[in-house]
Structure formats: structure tokens, C-alpha cells
């Protein structure tokens, strides 16, 4: 079974509403996970990497203001696109690593985000 | 930083033949791992082979198996026996030791019945 969930797998919102996606690890602890962004038939581009209990890092040209990170605890990491706007309608995929066992990365499903 | 090229955006196989994708990278990292994943339809990411950059030894998993050229910084992905399902678009992923991965453009596999 899946062990990163991400929520939900697709969204449609208003321009100009905010939308919020959630990761999360199901059977271990991430003090890092990550958030890419993958337009249709490309590759998967990091937009961030979020840190457990401080800032996000941010991948240059992402706007820190506009894709807003929160991992404020060891399993969950939110990405909360504001003022969303027709162009920011992609999907988002998120990936965790167990860091104890020193794994591959492991994926969500996926969010694919439709700004209307 | 890394970088990560992939130069077939689509392949095509027949049937139970065996299909190769290429992969070269680059890296400033002294430690890391390589990694093979099929995006289906469906976008999930799917892992078809890791290998460690620190072991020789090609990885192997069943059909897949990697040509892992370390000073040559080649990482090709051999496909035996193909069959309908492996169908996908395939990425081909660096990852450095804190899991931040760098993906390739991707190689997009028909296979042919």
C-alpha cells in the first residue's frame, strides 16, 4: 500500500481562492519532504523542499508567497497555492524518504489542480 | 547540482523484445543513488530499480535490469521481455543522500502487440 498519502487527488477552485494540498508519511517519520510540479507530458520540476519545524527552501523563480509550505509536524506537510490563478493549474506531487532506513523516495499520488 | 538527461522522448518495442533507455547525469555529489521510475496514465510514480551508487554490481529486478556506468556517469535501463503493461513514461531520477531528487525529461515506451 501507498506510503505517502497526498490529498486530495484533484481540486478545481476559483481564481483567486486558495487551495491547500496535504503529504503525508503513513508508517514513518520525514524531517524533509519535498514538492514538485509537473505540466502535462514534462518532467517533474522541485518547487521546494519542506523542513520540519523551519522555513521551506525554495527552488529559484518559485514564489515563497504564492506556494506556501507548512510541515509542521514529522508526517505532514501542507502546500497551500494562494490566489490561485489560471496558470498555477498543474499537478503537484509530493515525495518523503524514510531517513531511518535510508529508502528510495516515495511519492504521493498526486494532486492535479484546476484553477477556473 | 545535478543534472539529469534523458535523449529519447518516445521508444517503441514489440512485443516480448527487450528495449534499452538511455540515461547520462551529472553530479557534485560524492554519494548518491540512481533510480528508474514508470509514471503510467494513471501520473503515480512507480519504482522500477534503485541502485546505489556506491555498489558496482548492476542492479536487477526480474526483467529490469541497469548498465550503470559510474565514470562515464551512464545509467541505461534494459527492459527484457516487454509486455503491454510496461508501457509508460519513464524517468530516470538522481537522488542526493537528503532524497531531494533531479528527474530527467523522460522517455515515453509503446510497446507493440
Known amino acids: 500500500g501507498a506510503v505517502v498519502s497526498q490529498h486530495p487527488s484533484w481540486v478545481i477552485c476559483k481564481s483567486g481562492t486558495s487551495v491547500k494540498i496535504e503529504c503525508r508519511s503513513l508508517d514513518f517519520q520525514a524531517t524533509t519532504m519535498f514538492w514538485y510540479r509537473q505540466f502535462p507530458k514534462q518532467s517533474l520540476m522541485l518547487m521546494a523542499t519542506s523542513n520540519e519545524g523551519s522555513k521551506a527552501t525554495y527552488e529559484q523563480g518559485v514564489e515563497k508567497d504564492k506556494f506556501l509550505i507548512n510541515h509542521a509536524s514529522l508526517t505532514l506537510s501542507t502546500l497551500t497555492v494562494t490566489s490561485a490563478h489560471p496558470e498555477d493549474s498543474s499537478f503537484y506531487i509530493c515525495?518523503?524518504?524514510?531517513?531511518?532506513?535510508?529508502?528510495?523516495?516515495?511519492f504521493g499520488q498526486g494532486t492535479r489542480l484546476t484553477v477556473v | 547540482a545535478q543534472t539529469v538527461t534523458q535523449s529519447q522522448p518516445e521508444m517503441s518495442v514489440q512485443e516480448a523484445e527487450t528495449v534499452t533507455l538511455s540515461c547520462t547525469y551529472d553530479?557534485?555529489?560524492?554519494?548518491?543513488?540512481l533510480f528508474w521510475y514508470k509514471q503510467p496514465p494513471s501520473r503515480q510514480m512507480i519504482l522500477v530499480i534503485r541502485q546505489e551508487a556506491y555498489k558496482q554490481q548492476n542492479a536487477t529486478e526480474n526483467r529490469f535490469s541497469v548498465n550503470f556506468q559510474k565514470a562515464a556517469k551512464s545509467f541505461s535501463l534494459k527492459i527484457s521481455d516487454s509486455q503491454l503493461g510496461d508501457a509508460a513514461m519513464y524517468f530516470c531520477?538522481?537522488?542526493?543522500?537528503?532524497?531531494?531528487?533531479?528527474f530527467g525529461d523522460g522517455t515515453t515506451l509503446t510497446v507493440k502487440p
Open positions: 553530479t557534485s555529489e560524492s554519494d548518491y543513488y
Open positions: 515525495s518523503a524518504r524514510n531517513e531511518v532506513r535510508n529508502t528510495e523516495a516515495f
Open positions: 531520477v538522481h537522488n542526493t543522500n537528503a532524497g531531494k531528487s533531479t
